[in-house]
């Protein structure tokens, strides 16, 4: 059973840049797909970003494409969200999910796929 537990959130101006970490424990990262999910207030939960459990392959939403970038270090066992450009539209709690993948390039883009769900950490960007 895999767990996972995000950090990095924070208060940020609009422009302004944020660094993610998922931290997973139970599976190391190299067998497990992981994903970032955030939801604003009064709205469901949404995808952001994608990677495979290799980290060769990523998916963005089309809104944070160029701005954000998904990656993982297996050593690690670390999944990161970087995200440069920040607008307020990005503010949300900010979820890190996990799900454990048989094919190295499989990418899981809906929520309903992923099984491990961390606590989820508040970002905010002000105007």
């Known amino acids: 059973q895999v767990h996972v537990v995000e950090s990095g959130g924070g208060l940020v101006q609009a422009g302004g840049s944020l660094r993610l970490s998922c931290a997973a424990s139970?599976?190391?990262?190299?067998?497990?797909?992981m994903g970032w999910f955030r939801q604003a207030p009064g709205k469901e939960r949404e995808f952001v970003a994608a990677?495979?459990?290799?980290?060769?392959?990523?998916y963005y939403e089309d809104s944070v494409k160029g701005r954000f970038t998904i990656s993982k270090d297996n050593a690690k066992n670390t999944l990161y969200l970087q995200m440069n450009s920040l607008k307020p539209e990005d503010t949300g709690v900010y979820y890190c999910?996990?799900?454990?993948?048989?094919?190295?390039?499989?990418?899981?883009?809906?929520?309903?796929?992923?099984?491990?769900w961390g606590q989820g950490t508040q970002v905010t960007v002000s105007s």
């Open positions: 990677i495979s459990r290799s980290g060769g392959s990523t």
């Open positions: 999910a996990a799900e454990i993948t048989l094919t190295n390039q499989y990418l899981l883009l809906r929520s309903q796929q992923y099984s491990a």
């Open positions: 139970g599976r190391t990262c190299s067998s497990i797909a």
